[in-house]
């Protein structure tokens, strides 16, 4: 399993620290606060919460809401792409209606915080983030990677592209979910490292032997069916599938340097200075959720202090890339519209 040291190592070669938040790299390193020690939370919060993580993230608010019983928490739910619009929205209009904005995905958080609708995370939350995930404009709250999930049955590891390019040029059965954010945000990565044409001639190379499914998870399902050789998807759908189903044929193999390997962070954005969406920020990095996002939803916690999910590849090779460039998500729908992908 991946050490902290190396998984840290390869956030600071990824460029995982956001513009402006260098400042945070040199405030000292504290571990993750335990649930107990935290002010109880009174009063009213309304939180949008991006979609995703089943119904992990829905445990993880009723755990909160039992803790601390003089809190009015109102969670609206949806796609993070379309809170983040609604939010840009309600701005526009001269309307206020949430704290928070909890996202999984950094491009939604991104669009947010270009608008200058956010504020800076402050420093007593900021020293409890590994150093490498500090942003200013964003509390980093779990981490995932792009992984290539395959059927050892069908495929060997040392037989797969170690290059996501590559994948394009074989005859591989592949299982992609175009239509899910996790995917398009990659795709963004992509393009961004690799330049338009050659995200499009990957597109198009793919799609001639791509099955499409509604989400990964269904990806992953369809790589231990068999019913394709291999698959693209976060890597927590794997290795939550084989919580359940030891015995399932699919194993984690990843790409090296390139969108293939991309490590993308959830989390949240301070929409006022309410102190109250500031401590609620500090229950999402304490020992207990940062604990359970990592067993249970097998995501990488980004508190310090809080082990790692097994089943990590021991080796990660992510690209270097500025998670804030992700937002820019209009030219990617584009092209996969262009290529008929979407």
Same mark, same amino acid.
């Given at each position: 399993m991946l050490d902290r040291r190396s998984l840290l190592k390869s956030a600071f070669a990824l460029g995982l620290?956001?513009?402006?938040?260098?400042?945070?790299?040199?405030?000292?390193?504290?571990?993750?606060?335990s649930a107990d020690d935290l002010p109880p939370l009174a009063g009213t919060l309304t939180v949008y919460l991006g979609r995703?993580?089943?119904?992990?993230?829905?445990?993880?608010?009723?755990?909160?809401?039992?803790?601390?019983?003089? $809190?009015?928490?109102?969670?609206? +739910?949806?796609?993070?792409?379309?809170?983040?619009?609604?939010?840009? @929205?309600? /701005?526009? =209009? %001269?309307?206020?209606?949430?704290?928070?904005?909890?996202s999984i995905d950094a491009s939604s958080l991104g669009v947010v915080a270009a608008q200058g609708k956010s504020r800076p995370i402050p420093v007593s939350i900021q020293r409890h983030i590994k150093p490498a995930f500090r942003y200013d404009q964003w509390a980093a709250i779990s981490g995932r990677l792009r992984t290539v999930a395959y059927n050892p049955d069908r495929i060997q590891a040392a037989q797969l592209p170690t290059r996501i390019m590559d994948f394009a040029k074989t005859d591989l059965k592949i299982g992609w979910a175009p239509a899910y954010?996790?995917?398009?945000?990659?795709?963004?990565?992509?393009? $961004?490292?690799?330049?338009?044409? +050659?995200?499009?001639?990957?597109?198009?190379?793919?799609?001639?032997? @791509?099955? /499409?499914? =509604? %989400?990964?998870?269904?990806?992953v399902m369809a790589v231990a069916r068999g019913e394709v050789d291999v698959g693209f998807a976060n890597h927590y759908y794997t290795l939550r599938l084989k919580k359940g189903q030891p015995d399932a044929n699919v194993a984690l193999a990843l790409t090296e340097n390139d969108a293939g390997s991309l490590v993308n962070s959830s989390g949240v954005l301070l929409l006022d200075d309410n102190p109250l969406a500031g401590n609620f920020v500090r229950?999402?990095?304490?020992?207990?959720?940062?604990?359970?996002?990592?067993?249970?939803?097998y995501e990488i916690p980004m508190a310090a202090g809080i082990d790692l999910p097994d089943g990590l590849p021991d080796k990660i090779h992510p690209p270097k890339i500025d998670l804030t460039q992700l937002s820019d998500l209009k030219p990617t729908l584009e092209l996969l519209r262009e290529t008929r992908v979407l």
């Open positions: 620290v956001g513009p402006g938040a260098l400042w945070a790299a040199d405030t000292p390193t504290a571990e993750a606060e995703g993580e089943g119904g992990l993230y829905d445990d993880i608010v009723a755990a909160i809401r039992k803790r601390n019983p003089d $809190l009015d928490l109102r969670i609206r +739910r949806g796609p993070s792409a379309a809170l983040a619009n609604t939010l840009i @929205a309600e /701005s526009r =209009a %001269g309307v206020k209606r949430a704290d928070l904005f909890w954010g996790a995917f398009q945000s990659f795709v963004t990565a992509m393009r $961004l490292l690799e330049g338009e044409d +050659r995200t499009r001639a990957w597109l198009q190379g793919v799609k001639r032997q @791509a099955k /499409s499914y =509604a %989400g990964e998870l269904g990806v229950y999402l990095l304490s020992r207990e959720v940062q604990s359970f996002l990592a067993s249970q939803a």
